[in-house]
């Protein structure tokens, strides 16, 4: 029992050291000195953005090419939530997940060969 719970806590530490440093830029002026501002990075959205619409066709064209019938669904399902979440929806099988994303890296593999 204490080796789960300590197995337990050491993933929470690691988990917590991975995740970013979030520190409040301040404005320049004197008066204002301790107050934050908040500055977004981009205001770009990814279904918005062309280049990133056109990255998602191509992976889901070529996995839907390269895959069988069986996987489809998953596929689907993971377009749905594409730029949105950086895993794959629960739905389906381990299984079939697992082949997904092998697929993914092949078919990745496939584009990066191709603007090379």
């Given amino acids: 029992m204490r080796s789960a719970i300590a197995a337990v806590i050491a993933r929470a530490q690691r988990k917590l050291a991975l995740l970013p440093i979030h520190e409040p830029l301040f404005m320049a002026d004197g008066a204002a000195v301790?107050?934050?501002i908040l500055?977004?990075?981009?205001?770009?959205?990814?279904e918005?953005?062309?280049s990133l619409q056109d990255l998602k066709r191509e992976i889901f064209v070529r996995l839907r090419r390269?895959?069988?019938p069986r996987l489809l669904p998953t596929i689907n399902e993971w377009e749905r939530t594409f730029f949105w979440t950086?895993?794959?929806p629960?739905?389906?099988s381990r299984?079939?997940?697992r082949q997904v994303r092998m697929l993914a890296m092949l078919v990745l593999?496939?584009?990066n060969e191709r603007l090379i």
């Fill in 66 to 68: 390269h895959a069988s």
């Fill in 90 to 92: 629960r739905q389906g």
């Fill in 95 to 97: 299984s079939h997940r």
């Fill in 86 to 88: 950086n895993q794959m």
């Fill in 48 to 50: 918005n953005s062309a």
């Fill in 109 to 111: 593999k496939e584009i």
């Fill in 39 to 46: 500055l977004l990075a981009t205001n770009v959205y990814p």
């Fill in 34 to 36: 301790n107050k934050p």
